[in-house]
């Protein structure tokens, strides 16, 4: 009783039975009625030649035929309910049949198969949205099966390097010196590093980012993150200029992370910049909230780039990590810090060769405190 065909056949069966019912009543109860008004109105001579006895037997042959064919119509009223109760019931349930084993091999890992779009609309619609879930699991599995190379791979590098120095130390081919350790101490806190970031990274993904969010003042963050990069611009010969309001710029926000993502978008164009060229960083205060521009001269993105260079690992050119620095995640990580504060950040470019723009929006300390 509760599979849904079982039900689809009993359903026919009762509207066909309420309704051969409801016709059978009707016929049955207004026949000798209509039959005896029709007699007074056509068959006067008729009573005449037999009376009021033949009317009577003959209203009484007539019911009896009609409650026959009755019968005879309901019954087979109800054949035909059932016939095609289990046509409709096939029709529905086949290509339910369908979606339910595309979803369990869905469930079983294979995300590429597909199913068929069934005639009917809302079905069709059913099959859509199945064969929708099933590429989107399929890309997500792409892409964790790719981060897990690319984590692999990214960790490969320093540990190469820290084995290499530390057998040959062993071996007594390189000596115990400070500079040495030195390059073994850089390869530890790149690794240290990376872990760092693919913990944010996962935070961030989670929706898990611990904010210590406070009134702080959005030109001083920018300010001093960018001034600590300063060296390294000027080392790599680019021009690096902050342009800011007079006036305090308030945010509910944490501080540090904002720091993390100034200093990740600025440290990203020092290193996409030739030399020569230049970065330049500016806040401008909105009714709305504020926003943050990083912009660069440098080697600049596609359009189809201008998305992808927030994925997890994604290089657009040598944007990402030119001078071997840098886990390839940190503008995920970027934009889920924005987007746990509320804001939003977005990526701009005029084409390759053509520089770029990072901006970030970030609501005011009112919207954000009712966020």
Not at 140 to 169: C, F, I, K, N, S
Not at 266 to 292: M, S
Not at 315 to 344: M, P, Q
Request: hydrophobic content about 45%.
């Amino acid at each position: 009783m509760n599979r849904l065909s079982v039900r689809l056949v009993l359903s026919h069966l009762l509207v066909a039975l309420l309704g051969g019912a409801a016709t059978f009543l009707v016929v049955r109860v207004l026949t000798p009625a209509i039959f005896d008004r029709q007699m007074r109105m056509d068959g006067g001579p008729m009573m005449g030649q037999g009376g009021p006895g033949v009317q009577g037997a003959l209203r009484t042959q007539v019911t009896g035929a009609v409650t026959q064919a009755l019968w005879l119509g309901l019954l087979v009223g109800i054949l035909a309910a059932a016939a095609f109760g289990v046509l409709a019931a096939v029709r529905l349930v086949r290509p339910l049949g369908r979606l339910s084993e595309t979803t369990r091999q869905i469930a079983a890992g294979r995300y590429d198969v597909r199913v068929e779009r069934p005639h009917e609309a809302e079905l069709a619609e059913l099959a859509d949205d199945v064969n929708t879930l099933g590429a989107a699991l399929a890309e997500t599995e792409a892409r964790r099966t790719r981060l897990l190379g690319e984590v692999a791979h990214e960790m490969r590098t320093p540990l190469t390097v820290v084995d290499g120095y530390v057998e040959g130390m062993i071996d007594g081919v390189l000596p115990t010196s400070a500079e040495e350790l030195g390059k073994v101490s850089d390869e530890v806190r790149r690794l240290r590093r990376l872990s760092d970031d693919l913990s944010s990274l996962s935070r961030a993904e989670e929706g898990r980012l611990a904010l210590e969010q406070r009134p702080v003042d959005l030109v001083g963050v920018v300010t001093a993150a960018t001034e600590r990069l300063r060296p390294q611009a000027e080392d790599a010969g680019l021009r690096l200029t902050v342009q800011t309001p007079d006036a305090p710029v308030e945010v509910l926000a944490d501080a540090d992370r904002l720091a993390q993502v100034v200093t990740n978008l600025v440290g990203n164009a020092v290193r996409a910049t030739p030399r020569g060229g230049g970065v330049d960083i500016r806040v401008v205060g909105t009714p709305d909230g504020c926003v943050v521009t990083v912009s660069d001269t440098g080697e600049g993105l596609a359009a189809e780039d201008l998305e992808r260079v927030f994925e997890r690992f994604y290089r657009a050119g040598n944007r990402t990590r030119r001078d071997g620095e840098g886990s390839g995640i940190g503008l995920t990580v970027a934009r889920g810090i924005v987007r746990a504060h509320g804001g939003d950040l977005t990526a701009a470019s005029e084409g390759p060769g053509r520089g770029a723009t990072f901006t970030v929006m970030l609501p005011s300390s009112a919207r954000a405190g009712s966020s």
